[in-house]
């Protein structure tokens, strides 16, 4: 495959490798900036380096009905410890990443006009960023936690805090880590927001609320992996990463007959759900997989689906499985009168081995969905429920969201009927020479592979006036407010991209087969696009060999990452960049706390401008 500037790229993929075994570089493939105008930091305070257990979080899944929901906004203010642990979600005990001691991390429970302040102390032996996801940080984009694009990292043993007020959104969001894959170390949590304007109301259309996160699991640290994955030749395997097991709630079994001779490991039972009878649950399901798209179903229960990430919908009732991938995430209402005190039932995540790297398929993920009514004490049987009928993987191995039309977002909404820009971009595998000049994979848009200068994050330089590199990530500029379109080409035969759109929701105004060029896009006649009320997401599957038109507002200025949420696709490059309106970037607040995490005195040693990172 020839690719534009493979000069570049290769010594690109050179030093993510590098970057990854601990081996910061250096390198001139971008004019250098001058270095920011602090030389010298005050010392950060002693780093706790101790290795202490994980506390299982329990209190993440549980929303309290006693959680007042209002239009008067508060301010909520959290302290959060980021450290190394040894935890053991599914039996086999790792070193994880966790925020105060917790897998899943802190829940974060809010509403709609509140402002969120977290103070991070940073006791990793690396840098970190903290991404809200969903959140579309409207006036406070240098918060949208995404090193390399909108900030320098939090350094080892500093500190840093973020601060924005949830504007204009409510729904189902989360929390996690954007350094690297860190997030599949365990950094990750619930974020939701409350809106008295919820058309779906406590007491009458559900009666508790609970959060479900679902995700894949490994057993060496994401920097390994992705090591591993830099050296593994283009002719074995996709640069894809079998997990161990599937998590349902921060839980799940792996068999430990399979573990390493010399490791520690416990058997583990199912994660549970107790549920009350006869009442209604509302179910915020969040996914934070690195690999899997999972098909979600309850046994015996039927899903009615109420929102699709933070949209509030109407649509098909009894809904057997729900597809659910990378970053998304969906709402749904089950009925527990379906049995009695002590009955049990299946919660199934069968994973879709769309990307069948090395060791799958990992078991299909299991929790128990328990009935125990008040005063009961739970049973310790095992569902004898049987699975839906109809099977799991009808489209064969591929996990397409469910059809957008079947969802009529509840407040009505028209995209814009015309807009004044677009974009065309495209999305391929491609493979390249690593360090050892051997020819490994890795993810393309627009024939560019993202190369994460951490150090020298987009924001600032558009902040300076300054243009982005185009051999360094694929980009486009909306320079004017309107509407604008991003047609997403996914011209892999083989893979599924979730979508990830920070700081701006999208309409999905188009969907079709193959893919469309410039020509042929400029082409389509405005009775092509559905304008009326579509269905609005963050974070959307465009499967292989298919195209999506994502029809967005170009009213806030900045710059946002556009992205694969495939953890270990966006390490191996699959990021782009949308810069709105760069005229006015250089008037958005930018706190002196926020820029002081680029000065130099804050990079580790050796590290520089120039110095990359993967994802």
């Not at 990793?124 to 006036?139: K, R, T």
């Not at 993810?443 to 993202?450: E, G, I, S, Y």
């Not at 389509?524 to 997401?537: A, D, E, I, M, S």
């Not at 696709?569 to 250089?586: E, R």
């Amino acid at each position: 495959m020839n690719h534009p500037r493979w000069h570049l790229v290769v010594l690109a993929i050179t030093l993510f490798v590098l970057r990854v075994v601990g081996n910061p570089v250096s390198v001139g493939l971008t004019s250098p900036l001058h270095p920011h105008h602090r030389d010298t930091c005050p010392p950060p305070p002693p780093r706790n380096t101790g290795l202490e257990r994980v506390i299982y979080n329990e209190d993440a899944f549980v929303l309290s009905n006693d959680f007042v929901v209002t239009n008067t906004p508060t301010t909520r203010t959290y302290h959060w410890r980021l450290s190394w642990a040894t935890g053991a979600p599914d039996g086999f005990y790792r070193k994880m990443m966790v925020v105060n001691g917790l897998f899943p991390g802190p829940l974060i429970e809010a509403n709609q006009g509140d402002t969120i302040i977290i103070h991070v102390k940073n006791d990793l032996d690396q840098g970190a960023g903290i991404h809200f996801h969903g959140i579309n940080q409207i006036g406070s984009l240098w918060a949208d936690g995404v090193p390399g694009v909108t900030q320098c990292p939090i350094p080892s043993g500093g500190s840093f805090t973020y601060e924005f007020t949830i504007q204009e959104q409510s729904g189902t969001f989360f929390w996690h880590s954007h350094m690297g894959n860190t997030m599949a170390d365990g950094l990750t949590g619930p974020l939701i927001v409350h809106s008295p304007a919820d058309p779906y109301i406590p007491g009458k259309d559900f009666d508790y609320e609970r959060v479900m996160m679902v995700s894949d699991w490994v057993h060496q640290t994401s920097d390994e992996i992705i090591a591993d994955t830099f050296a593994r030749p283009a002719n074995e395997s996709l640069p894809d990463v079998a997990p161990a097991s599937f998590l349902i709630n921060g839980a799940g079994v792996y068999n430990c007959t399979k573990a390493p001779k010399n490791a520690q490991c416990e058997k583990r039972s199912p994660p549970e759900i107790h549920v009350l009878p006869n009442k209604k649950y509302r179910f915020r399901m969040i996914s934070h997989s690195s690999e899997a798209h999972f098909k979600i179903s309850v046994d015996n229960h039927p899903l009615q689906i109420i929102q699709c990430d933070d949209t509030p919908v109407v649509g098909p009732s009894g809904i057997h499985r729900v597809p659910i991938a990378n970053g998304e995430r969906y709402d749904f209402v089950i009925d527990t009168s379906n049995g009695k005190d002590g009955d049990a039932f299946w919660i199934r995540a069968p994973f879709c081995s769309q990307n069948a790297g090395p060791g799958f398929p990992a078991p299909d993920g299991l929790a128990i969905l328990r009935y125990v009514k008040e005063g009961s004490i739970p049973g310790h049987n095992q569902p004898t429920t049987s699975d839906w009928s109809v099977p799991p993987l009808t489209e064969g191995n591929s996990c397409p969201d469910l059809t957008s039309n079947d969802f009529v977002p509840v407040q009505k909404i028209d995209a814009p009927k015309t807009v004044q820009s677009s974009w065309i971009l495209n999305s391929a595998l491609g493979s390249l020479l690593n360090a050892n000049k051997v020819p490994v994979f890795a993810f393309f848009l627009n024939n560019v592979t993202f190369q994460d200068y951490i150090y020298n994050p987009m924001l600032l330089q558009l902040r300076k006036g300054l243009t982005l590199n185009n051999s360094a990530v694929a980009h486009t500029v909306f320079p004017q407010s309107s509407g604008a379109d991003i047609v997403i080409n996914n011209k892999d035969a083989t893979i599924d991209h979730p979508f990830h759109l920070h700081g701006k929701p999208f309409f999905i105004v188009a969907r079709g087969s193959g893919a469309l060029t410039a020509d042929q896009y400029a082409a389509l006649p405005p009775t092509f696009f559905n304008t009326t009320n579509p269905l609005r997401r963050d974070t959307l599957v465009v499967t292989r060999k298919s195209y999506a038109i994502l029809r967005i507002l170009t009213d806030e200025p900045g710059v946002f990452a556009l992205h694969c949420h495939m953890g270990w696709h966006l390490a191996h490059g699959k990021l782009s960049a949308v810069v709105v309106q760069p005229d006015a970037i250089p008037r958005l607040a930018l706190p002196d706390e926020a820029a002081h995490l680029c000065d130099s005195c804050n990079f580790p040693p050796g590290a520089t401008l120039n110095t990359t990172a993967p994802g």
